[in-house]
């Protein structure tokens, strides 16, 4: 990411992004040292949640991202507590996403698996989901599901062009 962004620099950038929501994990160590400032996806996720007035967020993602801190730590800066799925079904979708999607395989069992999921954190409080990989909005369909949700890539993409624009 450093690296990245030093290039980036080089060229005239005036701010980076990073569509991957899992390595934002490593976020806090780069920034520092970046010579151009980085947009992070979970707070133009946060913006987002504040602007549509959800209060509790179920997060999905790789296993990593989901039992990490990356969303946590940017939802509390906003007052927006978060949920994550059980450790079964985050086995579930973390296969899910490196098995199927990274392949470009979508099926209906894998949909339908997520809407089971949005299901137990929309009983468990939550008010939206953050589909937090870039290949879950590829499957999940979301006028389908039991949940509002926040297609992080796409709000990161729409924070980059306000910011440009």
Sequence with gaps: MLASSRKLASIGAQ??????????????????????????????????????????LGITGTKHLMAGPVY???????????????????????????RELVNRVFTEESRACFNEVFQKLKDQGCDGVVLGCTGIPLLVDPNDGPLPTLDSTRLLAREALKKDG
Excluded: Y
């Design 15 to 56: 701010f980076a992004i990073c569509p991957d929501n899992t390595i934002h994990q490593a976020f806090d160590l780069v920034t520092a040292d970046s010579p151009i400032p980085w947009l992070h996806i979970a707070d133009a996720v946060a913006q987002e949640a504040t602007k549509r007035k959800f209060k509790v």
């Design 72 to 98: 946590p730590d940017a939802m509390s800066k906003f007052g927006i507590d978060c949920r994550i799925p059980d450790e079964p079904d985050r086995g579930r979708i973390d296969s899910i996403i490196f």
